[in-house]
Each structure stands twice: as structure tokens, then as C-alpha cells.
């Protein structure tokens, strides 16, 4: 929906709400009128059910809206004497139409200085459940975000079992697309495994000012741009729409930004003509090939190498290992039972249809790619035969155009067109776990609309996670550590569990005193 389209429906909303409210303010001593004018009429509705001016704001927050509203339309009722679980459930499971009843076939009597503490213990524990949903989602969605790492795309940096916080405030929080949508959860209701959200209505894109730009080789969290995946724990179904922020979240780093020039040269990126220098606890991983002399490898091979991958047996004395780090491969040509050791590098002959933009007229692979160059908003990039498809899918599907190309030149919305002028910004995504990421290489640009923040610190880690309860080993050297950074990851856990013990002393010293005054 665009944005005339929202204020039409909230302009229905608002005759909605006013045609089955109006008695209720005259009963509450105020002028009907008051219950058809926008934004006012919240405002005035505040003042009859005794609660603070800032729910207003709360009801036009994308996401704690739904709430509130559930939350504003039982306590309307309760400003007229329905206090009963009956009278709860009615309005709640009617969308608030119930109050057309009270307000048209009942004798309202207004309650004026009722009492806002609940009736009973029960009442007492809901409303706190409803106002801590009510806060951890305006945190979730504004301000900071928990995130799983269930991939070794990023190994070394990010392992599998981190669990992150990712900040939405860096890059500028984007509001909710989705209207309606389970709080706190993504595109799946855990357990039930069922949709979280109502694909209708559509709010219009919009994101908070940010506070820092994403710079080349930050870690992004982002929505995958082709996830067609109705439910993530279930891909059977891969041709389902899902709006752009229930698209499944990715983790990658952003290794061209916009304006950059991209290509891949035997594995390596390289960026306007100069090899990546990626930061200090980034590490590239490699599929490489030893040959063995017959000697035994060692036990501990794999850990001592950080072989997280695993490794695959190629021949009598050959073995694959599908990730390991050049530093590591350093070493291992002096160990003495490996003859030889060969870095895997797809040929520059190699065509993968597979890689972007997937139609195979380049004779690209996933180690030999490029030169793309990747838009910034405001760029004019002038549209030809060679660099049409590789362009196509962000100017269809990320800026809403058609764009066809005949009798030798493109037609864009119908016209024919030599340039196309790019309306945000675009970023190249790619893992440092070379061989086993799937990242830009296979959908090409990721645009700004679909980035969801930057992540901050690794609160758990747990070795083995996908593996069953039983194999879980926490990982403690890298609890409470930060994700950027120089040298080795430094844990605050001890900190954080001082913090703690100082709060819990502190919060019973207070509470001891407030007994003996």
C-alpha cells in the first residue's frame, strides 16, 4: 500500500472509531465531535480511561500499535463498568466492535475516577505481562535485536552457536513493513510452526535517521533479497511472497559498497582494481586438497587446525578440507605427514550457471567474477546489451519497475530508455568462508531498504548447537565479547556478572531500608 492508500484507510479508521465512540465521550462529559477528529480523539480518549498522554504515541508506533490497541479498546470498555472476563474476551475477539454494542444498546455510565489497579491477582500479572511485551518489543524493533549464527559463512569472526546483539539504531531503525505480526518473533510462531504475521496490510518502507554509514567490511545483519521461503524452517515451498522484513535474516560482510567496483580474481575481491584488506579478525577459509606420505595425521588434527567444516576423503592419500584459513595452510606444508598442499581455484574457463546473474551468459564462477560496479543512489548507469542483466533484478524488484529489452535497446515502464538513475544504495555481501557462503556471488546486490543492523556483541556462544542439548559446551571465552574490533576477542562476562552482583546487593540494602523507615 502507498501512502494515499494508508491515509484513506486511516481516514475509514478514524469514522470507524468515531461512529462507535461518539456516545461514550458524551457520556464522559465531552463533545462528540471530539471522537472523529484525528489523533485528537486518542488524545481525548486517554483522558476517559485515566491513563497517561504518551499511549498516544504508542498507538501510532508500527508493531506496539497492535497491542495497544487490544490494551486502549478493553480499558474503554472498563471506563463503563465492564470489568468482567466476559466482557474482556467479547472485546478482544470482536476487534473492539463490541464497544458499537455499549455504545448504541447499553445505558453508559461513566466512571469518572475508577481505579486503574487490577481487580484481581490474575489482572494484576496480565497487565504486567502486556506492558513487558509492550517494552521488550519496542526494544526488539528499535533499538537492539537477537540474533543465532546457524552458518560458518563467516567462521573465524562469527561461529556457529553465537548468539548476537544486533544494533538497529547504527545504520537508522527501519519500522515495520508488515502491520499485523506476532511480537517478537520472525516469519514462524516457534513450536506451532505457522505464519506470524498477516501479509495484508502493507505499511509504507521508512527508516530512522542512523548515526553511522555502513563501511566497507562491516558485518551486516540483512533480509536475503530472493528468500521466496514461505516458512524458514520449512523450504519446501520456495515461490511464497514474504514481505521484505519477513524475508530470512542473513548475516554477511559487506565487502563492496556503493560506488565501488567489484571483482574476484582466483578467490580474492578486489576493489577498484586493488586487493581487499579486510580487517584484522577477519579470516579468509579456502578449500584446499592434501596429499598425504602415509603418516598418520594426529588425533587432534582438526581442532589443532580449526577445521570446523569437516574434511572429505578424495583418494587413497588425499583429503579434502573444505575450510581452512591461509595462516593454516601456511603451516601445514611443514607438517610431516602431508606431502603437498593445493588451494581449490575454480578455472577462469569455468562457467557457473548458478553464480550472478544467473542466466550464464558470463563466464563467471565463484573465484573468477566480475568487474560489476555497485550503484549508489542518485547514479545513472547506462543501460546495454552486456550490463542489462545484471542490473535487471534490482531495477524490477528493489525499485519497482518493468524492464524489457527489444529490437536493441531497453524499455523501462514501457519506454524505451539508454540510462536508468538508481533511487538507494546497493552493497555486495560475501562470507569470509569462501567456499561455503552463499552470499552476492549467487543473487547479486543487496539494497539499503533490506538492511536490518549491525551487530555489536556476542552475549552466548555455544559449541555445538545444532547438534541436540546433550553436545552443548559453552563456549565461555566468548561470552559478553564485541564483534568488531582489533586483536583477539576479549570477554566482559566477569563484568557483566559483577554488574550483577552489585545490583542484587544494592536492590536488597534499598529494600531493607524502605523496611525500617
Given at each position: 500500500?502507498?501512502?494515499?492508500?494508508?491515509?484513506?484507510?486511516?481516514?475509514?479508521?478514524?469514522?470507524?472509531?468515531?461512529?462507535?465512540?461518539?456516545?461514550?465521550?458524551?457520556?464522559?462529559?465531552?463533545?462528540?465531535?471530539?471522537?472523529?477528529?484525528?489523533?485528537?480523539?486518542?488524545?481525548?480518549?486517554?483522558?476517559?480511561?485515566?491513563?497517561?498522554?504518551?499511549?498516544?504515541?504508542?498507538?501510532?508506533?508500527?508493531?506496539?500499535?497492535?497491542?495497544?490497541?487490544?490494551?486502549?479498546?478493553?480499558?474503554?470498555?472498563?471506563?463503563?463498568?465492564?470489568?468482567?472476563?466476559?466482557?474482556?474476551?467479547?472485546?478482544?475477539?470482536?476487534l473492539g466492535f463490541y464497544l458499537y454494542?455499549?455504545?448504541?444498546?447499553?445505558?453508559?455510565?461513566?466512571?469518572?475516577?475508577?481505579?486503574?489497579?487490577?481487580?484481581?491477582?490474575?489482572?494484576?500479572?496480565?497487565?504486567?505481562?502486556?506492558?513487558?511485551?509492550?517494552?521488550?518489543?519496542?526494544?526488539?524493533?528499535?533499538?537492539?535485536?537477537?540474533?543465532?549464527?546457524?552458518?560458518?559463512?563467516?567462521?573465524?569472526?562469527?561461529?556457529?552457536?553465537?548468539?548476537?546483539?544486533?544494533?538497529?539504531?547504527?545504520?537508522?531503525?527501519?519500522?515495520?513493513?508488515?502491520?499485523?505480526?506476532?511480537?517478537?518473533?520472525?516469519?514462524?510462531?516457534?513450536?506451532?510452526?505457522?505464519?506470524?504475521?498477516?501479509?495484508?496490510?502493507?505499511?509504507?518502507?521508512?527508516?530512522?535517521?542512523?548515526?553511522?554509514?555502513?563501511?566497507?567490511?562491516?558485518?551486516?545483519?540483512?533480509?536475503?533479497?530472493?528468500?521466496?521461503?514461505?516458512?524458514?524452517?520449512?523450504?519446501?515451498?520456495?515461490?511464497?511472497?514474504?514481505?521484505?522484513?519477513?524475508?530470512?535474516?542473513?548475516?554477511?560482510?559487506?565487502?563492496?559498497?556503493?560506488?565501488?567496483?567489484?571483482?574476484?580474481?582466483?578467490?580474492?575481491?578486489?576493489?577498484?582494481?586493488?586487493?581487499?584488506?579486510?580487517?584484522?579478525?577477519?579470516?579468509?577459509?579456502?578449500?584446499?586438497?592434501?596429499?598425504?606420505?602415509?603418516?598418520?595425521?594426529?588425533?587432534?588434527?582438526?581442532?589443532?587446525?580449526?577445521?570446523?567444516?569437516?574434511?572429505?576423503?578424495?583418494?587413497?592419500?588425499?583429503?579434502?578440507?573444505?575450510?581452512?584459513?591461509?595462516?593454516?595452510?601456511?603451516?601445514?606444508?611443514?607438517?610431516?605427514?602431508?606431502?603437498?598442499?593445493?588451494?581449490?581455484?575454480?578455472?577462469?574457463?569455468?562457467?557457473?550457471?548458478?553464480?550472478?546473474?544467473?542466466?550464464?551468459?558470463?563466464?563467471?564462477?565463484?573465484?573468477?567474477?566480475?568487474?560489476?560496479?555497485?550503484?549508489?543512489?542518485?547514479?545513472?548507469?547506462?543501460?546495454?546489451?552486456?550490463?542489462?542483466?545484471?542490473?535487471?533484478?534490482?531495477?524490477?524488484?528493489?525499485?519497482?519497475?518493468?524492464?524489457?529489452?527489444?529490437?536493441?535497446?531497453?524499455?523501462?515502464?514501457?519506454?524505451?530508455?539508454?540510462?536508468?538513475?538508481?533511487?538507494?544504495d546497493y552493497y555486495w555481501m560475501m562470507?569470509?568462508?569462501?567456499?561455503?557462503?552463499?552470499?552476492?556471488?549467487?543473487?547479486?546486490?543487496?539494497?539499503?531498504?533490506?538492511?536490518?543492523?549491525?551487530?555489536?556483541?556476542?552475549?552466548?556462544?555455544?559449541?555445538?548447537?545444532?547438534?541436540?542439548?546433550?553436545?552443548?559446551?559453552?563456549?565461555?571465552?566468548?561470552?559478553?565479547?564485541?564483534?568488531?574490533?582489533?586483536?583477539?576477542?576479549?570477554?566482559?562476562?566477569?563484568?557483566?556478572?559483577?554488574?550483577?552482583?552489585?545490583?542484587?546487593?544494592?536492590?536488597?540494602?534499598?529494600?531493607?531500608?524502605?523496611?525500617?523507615?
Open positions: 500500500m502507498n501512502i494515499q492508500q494508508w491515509f484513506i484507510l486511516f481516514l475509514i479508521a478514524q469514522l470507524i472509531h468515531g461512529l462507535g465512540t461518539w456516545k461514550m465521550y458524551v457520556a464522559a462529559g465531552r463533545k462528540p465531535w471530539e471522537a472523529f477528529v484525528p489523533v485528537y480523539n486518542a488524545y481525548v480518549l486517554t483522558k476517559i480511561i485515566n491513563r497517561s498522554w504518551w499511549w498516544v504515541l504508542l498507538l501510532f508506533v508500527p508493531m506496539i500499535n497492535v497491542i495497544m490497541f487490544g490494551v486502549v479498546w478493553v480499558e474503554t470498555a472498563r471506563s463503563f463498568g465492564k470489568y468482567t472476563k466476559t466482557h474482556t474476551f467479547l472485546t478482544l475477539v470482536t454494542y455499549l455504545n448504541y444498546a447499553t445505558d453508559l455510565k461513566y466512571e469518572e475516577n475508577r481505579s486503574l489497579k487490577a481487580r484481581t491477582a490474575t489482572g494484576d500479572l496480565i497487565s504486567a505481562i502486556v506492558f513487558a511485551v509492550v517494552a521488550a518489543t519496542l526494544i526488539h524493533t528499535y533499538v537492539m535485536q537477537p540474533f543465532t549464527i546457524p552458518t560458518s559463512s563467516l567462521e573465524k569472526t562469527l561461529l556457529v552457536g553465537d548468539f548476537l546483539l544486533v544494533s538497529k539504531m547504527h545504520y537508522g531503525a527501519r519500522t515495520p513493513t508488515t502491520a499485523v505480526s506476532f511480537p517478537m518473533v520472525h516469519d514462524t510462531i516457534p513450536f506451532f510452526k505457522v505464519k506470524s504475521y498477516l501479509s495484508w496490510p502493507q505499511l509504507p518502507y521508512f527508516r530512522l535517521p542512523g548515526f553511522q554509514d555502513i563501511k566497507r567490511n562491516d558485518i551486516v545483519v540483512f533480509n536475503w533479497p530472493v528468500d521466496t521461503v514461505r516458512y524458514f524452517r520449512d523450504q519446501s515451498n520456495i515461490h511464497a511472497y514474504k514481505p521484505l522484513d519477513k524475508k530470512s535474516n542473513y548475516v554477511k560482510r559487506a565487502v563492496g559498497i556503493p560506488g565501488d567496483s567489484l571483482s574476484i580474481q582466483d578467490g580474492y575481491v578486489y576493489i577498484n582494481g586493488q586487493k581487499e584488506q579486510l580487517p584484522e579478525r577477519a579470516r579468509l577459509q579456502f578449500s584446499y586438497v592434501i596429499e598425504t606420505n602415509g603418516q598418520p595425521l594426529g588425533s587432534n588434527f582438526f581442532e589443532r587446525y580449526e577445521i570446523s567444516d569437516g574434511a572429505s576423503r578424495i583418494g587413497q592419500n588425499q583429503i579434502q578440507i573444505h575450510a581452512l584459513t591461509e595462516a593454516y595452510a601456511a603451516q601445514l606444508k611443514s607438517h610431516p605427514a602431508i606431502a603437498n598442499i593445493t588451494r581449490l581455484v575454480a578455472d577462469t574457463t569455468l562457467t557457473e550457471s548458478s553464480i550472478f546473474p544467473n542466466n550464464g551468459k558470463f563466464n563467471w564462477n565463484r573465484d573468477q567474477f566480475g568487474t560489476v560496479y555497485i550503484p549508489k543512489a542518485g547514479d545513472e548507469i547506462q543501460l546495454n546489451r552486456r550490463n542489462f542483466s545484471i542490473y535487471r533484478y534490482a531495477i524490477e524488484a528493489y525499485e519497482n519497475n518493468t524492464l524489457t529489452w527489444q529490437d536493441g535497446q531497453a524499455v523501462l515502464n514501457g519506454k524505451p530508455a539508454s540510462s536508468y538513475t538508481f533511487k538507494q562470507g569470509d568462508n569462501r567456499h561455503n557462503s552463499e552470499d552476492s556471488r549467487y543473487w547479486g546486490f543487496v539494497p539499503f531498504d533490506h538492511v536490518v543492523g549491525k551487530p555489536v556483541f556476542v552475549w552466548m556462544s555455544i559449541e555445538g548447537i545444532t547438534q541436540g542439548f546433550s553436545n552443548w559446551k559453552p563456549r565461555w571465552n566468548r561470552f559478553f565479547t564485541t564483534v568488531s574490533g582489533s586483536g583477539e576477542p576479549v570477554s566482559y562476562f566477569k563484568y557483566f556478572l559483577i554488574a550483577i552482583g552489585l545490583w542484587f546487593v544494592i536492590s536488597k540494602l534499598i529494600r531493607r531500608k524502605q523496611k525500617k523507615a
